[in-house]
């Protein structure tokens, strides 16, 4: 997997994390989630930076589900 270096320049270790989470998540067939940081919980398959608020790091319960749920 290869990132854009000039979009992921300015992101924290921890957002990039999460940005390489979401990436893994579409690479495991999942797709994006509406979800929010409270309930039903947080996704790392969210689109955009509102997960980066979100309280500890991914990938979440809904994540997991997911790809469980897949394979
Ligand atoms: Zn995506």
Not at 24 to 48: D, F, W
Not at 51 to 63: E, L, V
Request: proline share 4%; net charge positive.
């Amino acid at each position: 997997m290869k990132f854009n270096s000039r979009e992921m320049r300015s992101l924290a270790k921890r957002e990039k994390y999460l940005v390489a989470e979401h990436e893994i998540g579409h690479a495991y067939g999942l797709g994006h989630e509406a979800l929010t940081c409270r309930n039903p919980g947080p996704s790392v398959m969210k689109q955009g930076t509102v997960k980066f608020g979100c309280h500890s790091d991914g990938p979440w319960y809904d994540d997991v589900q997911g790809v469980l749920a897949k394979y």
